[in-house]
């Protein structure tokens, strides 16, 4: 018989369902099947690109803030001078 493995290098895109299509085709179809032998029916949650960048941006913040540049920092990065208060304290 046929192990799942020696099946699973026949996989085609068009195998998979609608949802992974999309991510086979940037991917490609092994990386897709790496991820769904981790996951495993289950769900995946992706984060939002500007919840990603946060962490990085607030770092930058913090490494730039000289004691007094609020407004400056405000105005560089596009938040309030309250945000960037909460960011350096």
Same mark, same amino acid.
């Given at each position: 018989?046929?192990?799942?493995?020696?099946l699973?290098?026949?996989?085609?895109?068009?195998?998979?369902?609608?949802?992974?299509?999309?991510?086979?085709?940037?991917?490609?179809?092994?990386?897709?099947?790496?991820?769904?032998g981790?996951?495993? *029916? #289950?769900?995946?949650?992706?984060? &939002?690109?500007?919840?990603?960048?946060?962490?990085?941006?607030? $770092?930058? /913040?913090?490494?730039?803030?000289? *004691? #007094?540049?609020?407004?400056?920092? &405000?105005?560089?990065?596009?938040?309030?001078?309250?945000?960037? $208060?909460? /960011?350096?304290?």
């Open positions: 018989f046929m192990r799942e493995a020696d699973l290098s026949l996989v085609r895109v068009e195998d998979l369902p609608e949802g992974c299509k999309d991510l086979a085709d940037i991917f490609g179809v092994d990386i897709v099947l790496e991820v769904i981790y996951v495993g *029916g #289950g769900s995946l949650y992706f984060p &939002s690109k500007s919840s990603v960048v946060r962490n990085a941006r607030n $770092r930058v /913040i913090r490494k730039s803030f000289n *004691g #007094g540049n609020y407004k400056e920092l &405000s105005r560089t990065f596009g938040i309030s001078d309250m945000q960037i $208060r909460n /960011i350096v304290h």
